[in-house]
Every structure is written in structure tokens, then in C-alpha cells.
């Protein structure tokens, strides 16, 4: 299921998203991240990478590099939950 194409999108998106993303405690934001209006942020875990593909009737959970997580009972949950097609961005840790 996995192409090139999908391959090329998850190693992009690692390289030029995820490394811009910088861990911060709520002082140091004015020191490590410019002053702005908004700000957005969410607790980081101390996970893996990974990405949700869906497919019309196939789900994967993949790192960045289309490598598969053998985790039958979470692509079932994510079944049970999201009925779109797309790639959904997320950490998996346990």
C-alpha cells in the first residue's frame, strides 16, 4: 500500500515540520521562541513519530521512514473513530 509518493510525503514532513518543533517550559518562551500574539502548544511525549494512513478500507501506522508498527488494536480504535481517508500526524508511545 505504501508508495513512493507516501514515502517522499512522511520524510518531508519529518525533515521540514517536525525539526522545526522546539521543546519549551512556559518561561523560556519569550528566550527560545520570538514574541507573537499566539502561541500554539501541547505536551510533548516522549514518543515516536508516526503517521496515520487511511485508505479506504486499509490502515497502516508508519514512521517516517513507511516502516510499519505492528499495533492490530490500535488501527482497529483508529477504525472505530475516523471514517475519512488522509494522513494523520501524531506520537505513539506507550
Given amino acids: 500500500m505504501v508508495e513512493g509518493n507516501i514515502n517522499e510525503i512522511l520524510k518531508f514532513y519529518k525533515l521540514n515540520q517536525a525539526s522545526k518543533y522546539i521543546p519549551v517550559r512556559g518561561d523560556e518562551i519569550l528566550t527560545k521562541v520570538f514574541e507573537c500574539e499566539k502561541y500554539g502548544i501541547s505536551t510533548k511525549y516522549d514518543g515516536h513519530l508516526c503517521f496515520v494512513i ?28 475516523i471514517n475519512k481517508e488522509g494522513i494523520i500526524v501524531g506520537e505513539i508511545f506507550h
Avoid: A
Fill in 54 to 81: 487511511k485508505e479506504k478500507d486499509k490502515t497502516q501506522i508508519l514512521n517516517f521512514n513507511g516502516e510499519c508498527f505492528k499495533r492490530n488494536e490500535l488501527i482497529d480504535e483508529i477504525d472505530s473513530l
